[in-house]
């Protein structure tokens, strides 16, 4: 007998890992939850059939969607987190001493709840005293926020389901109005690659632009997601994502990273012709 | 035979034994359940192109139905407490004609509001019959037009004894009821027909706390969009009659304008909806209050606009408010209702219904998700925040009284001639304006134009509202009647 999980990636692609066995199954109010076992890949989540993370790979995504606003911004204390109710984003924040007040908006408690459960690699640091976790809509809670945060990151998923919102002018305008004058936000930005995927990351891209007046785009490998060629998206008030980045400061850290170095960091705004068409297409003239 | 039940759908249930027989078609629609068109079958899929059907013996005929759209029509009767329902499918303007043909022969009195529809006024063009309008009345701070009051339609009784029938607005589009039960009485009093136009109304028919509906308080004919908020496919109505009507008389003047090749899909839609809200409309309609009154909270708290509701009610000209509506006043904000409208669509990729001079209506229904409510709430909070302004110099919607010169029937076939906009001051017109939507006439034919109606019409242009009704498609130019 063999088990596989197979995500399509496009209609005419899909993706496969060997499943040891499953470890939960369940819908909640917003989606279908499951966490599989896999000998390739450890544990993963999947959020309605979509790979959501995996132990193998976590790593990259959740490095660099934490280590390079942190590594850009001098004096972080407030983060706001949407979405990313895995824990991993936390993971990577709370070990910034710096870091007064984390607060967590995920949809979806039973994401958290499974998670601490089937995922610690990733929830353990959940319970961290400064971490607040708010069962909310994240576009409803960032309405209700003016000029609190220095970083907020948003871990959402794709722009279809309940992450819709969270890919909207009206939440990146919300966040600006949230965020410090100082301020700067992340967010997973989906695959310049498959046309599907591109045209989310593109409208993503125009919508940004619209809202902050620094907005730039840095790219990362992750196996598990389509075509393995991920984006983030840089959005900042003030601060220069290349140009502001102080990497001997964040060296003396001396946090210990398994994919993000300061290198990697001036080398993940630098982005194939292909990408920079695809978003000099949605910039304004 | 099974027992006819609202569990049951005869129209849908005959649709789909035809489909079982595989018959072959040598009728028309010449596309041959899509074979003949397969862009149109790629488009809208094979199941639905197998049911675009002819009229035949097992489906019934919707000009003359004698068994499964009787049926049909038989349930949605009792659904809606109506005597008998008819199946309309020229959309609610043919039923709210086919109501005032049915009341009003050519010269007869009808009395209405000024704010109805335009299909409204269309159907006086087509009976011959003249308006007596009773002034709805302003809200000062809103600036939306309201309900009649009970007063102001005794008046007109009173003014007008030989007056054929009353046309309601239930509610009008901002959701606004009239004492409609006490208007009911006292017209019925003096013998005349009592008319609504329940357009905006279907829920009022299933949902519990919503204002009364036509028939249970003894109107005797109503037009209902089943597509608004009952969930039908677009153009599909209803026609209710009630007490004395004589359902004869009502289908031969239907049939007057009505297709005599009515669609099979917005029949059966029809027939599925009216199960549908039969057996759960009370708590859909729940659902859809509960949404609204939360986005009501949730607009309310972001400051500036004004998310209006039952506090409204003044026992008068506002009896009652259907708090399914999610009406929004806006003019505190600097920002014209069509102004916000035109940002929502064109900056958040949000669709409302309409906006005009101080307000926009974001239609709720069992379709939308909590989630989206927030998109639309987020989106106002930004549009204030970027778009706010100083509100001095904004115009407020205000009762212009018509000053009616000419029956409509008889301004619209008058010899008439073409005026820039701007010379027309004092003429007679002989067309329409008005926004779209609402589609509330501004001007009627057979009324006079003034300078302040010029002056509403150019600040509508202005703001970006979409003017029609005009022979000039960019309204420029106006049909008025010639003098000698």
Known sequence: MELWFTEKHTENVTFSIKVDRQLYCGRSDFQRIDIFESKEFGRFLTLDGYMMLTEKDEFIYHEMIVHVPMAVHPAVKRVLVIGGGDGGAVRELVRYPSIEQIDLVEIDRQVVDVCRKYLPQTASRLDDPRVTIYYEDGLKFVRTRENVYDLIIVDSTDPFGPGEGLFTKEFYGNCYKALTAEGLMVNQQESPFYPVDAIAMQRAHKRIVDSFPISRVYQAHIPTYPSGHWLFGFASKKYHPVTDFNDSKWETLGLKTKYYNTKIHIGAFALPNYVKNLLEEVEPD | ?484
């Open chain 2, 1 to 484: 035979m099974k027992e006819l039940s609202q569990e049951r759908a005869p129209v849908l249930e005959a649709l789909n034994r035809y489909k079982s027989m595989r018959v072959v078609p040598f009728d028309v629609p010449g596309h041959k359940r899509g074979k003949g068109n397969r862009e149109l079958t790629d488009f809208l899929g094979e199941r639905c192109l197998t049911v675009d059907v002819n009229s035949m013996k097992p489906l019934d005929n919707l000009c003359h139905p004698v068994s499964v759209i009787k049926e049909a029509e038989e349930l949605a009767a009792e659904a809606f407490g109506a005597r008998h329902a008819f199946f309309m499918v020229n959309g609610t303007t043919s039923a709210v004609q086919s109501m005032v043909m049915s009341a009003c022969k050519r010269g007869d009195k009808i009395i209405m509001p000024r704010n109805v529809h335009r299909s409204a006024i269309n159907a006086l063009i087509l009976s011959g019959a003249s308006p007596v309008y009773v002034n709805p009345g302003v809200h000062t701070d809103l600036g939306i037009s309201l309900g009649m009051s009970l007063g102001d339609v005794k008046q007109a009784i009173i003014e007008n004894p030989d007056a054929k029938a009353i046309l309601i607005n239930n509610p009008t589009y901002y959701g606004i009821c009239s004492n409609l039960k006490a208007i009911t009485e006292l017209v019925h009093k003096h013998h005349m027909l009592v008319l609504v136009d329940e357009a905006h109304g279907t829920h009022f028919y299933f949902g519990r706390n919503l204002p009364p509906s036509a028939m249970s308080v003894g109107a005797d004919m109503a037009a209902v969009s089943m597509h608004k908020s009952g969930g039908s496919l677009t153009q599909s109505s209803l026609l209710l009659i009630n007490n004395d009507v004589s359902e004869g008389y009502v289908r031969q003047i239907i049939n007057l304008t009505q297709t005599t090749s009515g669609s099979y899909l917005l029949i059966s839609s029809l027939d599925i909806s009216r199960r549908n809200l039969a057996l759960r409309g009370d708590e859909i309609f729940q659902g859809v209050a509960d949404m609204a009154a939360y986005a009501r909270e949730e607009v309310n708290h972001i400051g500036g606009y004004y998310a209006f509701s039952r506090e409204l009610v003044n026992g008068n000209t506002i009896c009652d408010f259907d708090v399914t509506k999610l009406s929004i006043h806006t003019l505190d904000i600097g920002l014209a209702g069509i102004e916000v409208y035109d940002l929502l669509r064109d900056e958040y990729d949000i669709q409302i219904e309409f906006g005009d001079i101080g307000n926009i209506l974001a239609y709720l229904s069992i379709g939308d998700r909590k989630l989206d409510l927030e998109r639309l709430v987020s989106a106002l909070s930004e549009i204030k925040r970027r778009y706010a302004k100083d509100k001095t110099g904004m115009l407020s919607q205000e009762y212009i009284k018509p000053q009616i010169i000419l029956a409509p029937a008889e301004a619209f076939y008058a010899e008439s001639e073409s005026l820039p906009l701007e010379q027309s001051v004092g003429r007679v017109c002989s067309e329409f304006v008005m926004c779209y939507p609402p589609g509330i006439p501004i001007l009627a034919p057979g009324e006079k134009i003034t300078a302040e109606i010029l002056e509403y019409i150019q600040y509508a242009k202005a703001k970006g509202s979409f003017l029609t009704g005009t022979q000039d498609s960019l309204v420029n130019q106006i049909r008025t009647i010639k003098e000698r």
